[in-house]
């Protein structure tokens, strides 16, 4: 009787497993409509451009001229101002960067656009300031934060690089997000971030969710960015295999690089990070 009972936990743990591999195979999407571009992989990207505070300010445009100086890619972070402007600015609020108490979302852009970067006199600047500094010398990722209502801050980011000459790509934490630049801008690439979430106020199903990539049948992404120390894992794995790139965020140090060549296909770095000349090799 007890060997009976232990085969029938046995074939059942087997068949969860089976159904699980099976329900995630379907939710992480299937293969990508298209490969993505030579550039997206080519050289690694500066993290919020290459910084050095408070001179050089992270999300600053000196910071995105010293990356392209580099010959390194720039990742950059958007919010939307009150007036619908895509501001760059990592955190959802100016506390931090401009000691000033207020939410991207309640200033106008002529009222952020005033605000200094760590009182180094640096402007916070507009995504179309951004793309006219860097003009197409490198590469540029840019990761859409939006944790409400998908729709106008992800249109206006499409509309804002309409007509950019340069070879650019966008990504988001919100699958929602990628999807809408899929209908907004479908001859960009776009990628699917995602990582841990550790300390994130999330609901533990959510944070499986977005870990597992469980919802890349909805963003339907080109590429995957995920957390440098969540890899390898079998989620990477699954989405390499599919045909997806690997990009990996944030390497620190040289050995994280290193790792990084091993374990990915590409690195966004902050500046310790950085090779000491153009490529990751």
């Not at 540029?140 to 690089?161: P, Q, R």
């Not at 990504?171 to 990628?178: A, D, K």
């Not at 990009?247 to 060549?261: K, L, N």
Request: hydrophobic share 45%; glycine share 8%; with cysteine.
């Amino acid at each position: 009787m007890r060997k009976m009972w232990v085969a029938i936990a046995v074939g059942s743990a087997a068949l969860v497993t089976i159904a699980f591999v099976v329900l995630g195979a379907v939710l992480t999407g299937g293969s990508p409509e298209r490969p993505v571009p030579d550039w997206l992989l080519a050289r690694p990207f500066a993290h919020r451009g290459l910084h050095d505070r408070p001179s050089r300010p992270e999300n600053s445009l000196s910071a995105f001229e010293a990356a392209a100086r580099r010959g390194v890619g720039v990742e950059l972070d958007v919010h939307l101002s009150r007036d619908g402007v895509p501001i760059v600015m990592h955190d959802d609020d100016l506390m931090r960067m401009t000691g000033y108490a207020a939410k991207v979302s309640d200033l106008t852009v002529d009222r952020i656009n005033s605000l200094s970067l760590l009182d180094s006199g640096q402007r916070v600047p507009t995504l179309a300031q951004a793309l006219r500094v860097i003009d197409g010398r490198v590469p540029l990722l840019i990761e859409i934060k939006n944790e409400g209502d998908v729709g106008e801050l992800e249109d206006a980011v499409a509309d804002t690089i309409k007509g950019y000459e340069g070879n650019v790509a966008i990504m988001s934490f919100n699958p929602y997000s990628v999807a809408r630049v899929a209908v907004k801008a479908p001859e960009v690439p776009r990628g699917q971030l995602s990582g841990r979430f550790k300390g994130e106020d999330l609901a533990l199903y959510k944070k499986v969710m977005l870990r597992c990539l469980f919802m890349n049948w909805k963003s339907r992404s080109d590429f995957v960015a995920y957390e440098i120390g969540s890899v390898p894992s079998v989620t990477t794995f699954m989405q390499r295999l599919r045909g997806r790139p690997l990009i990996v965020w944030t390497s620190e140090s040289p050995a994280d690089t290193v790792r990084a060549v091993r374990l990915a296909d590409n690195v966004i770095a902050n500046p310790l990070g950085l090779p000491p000349k153009r490529g990751m090799k």
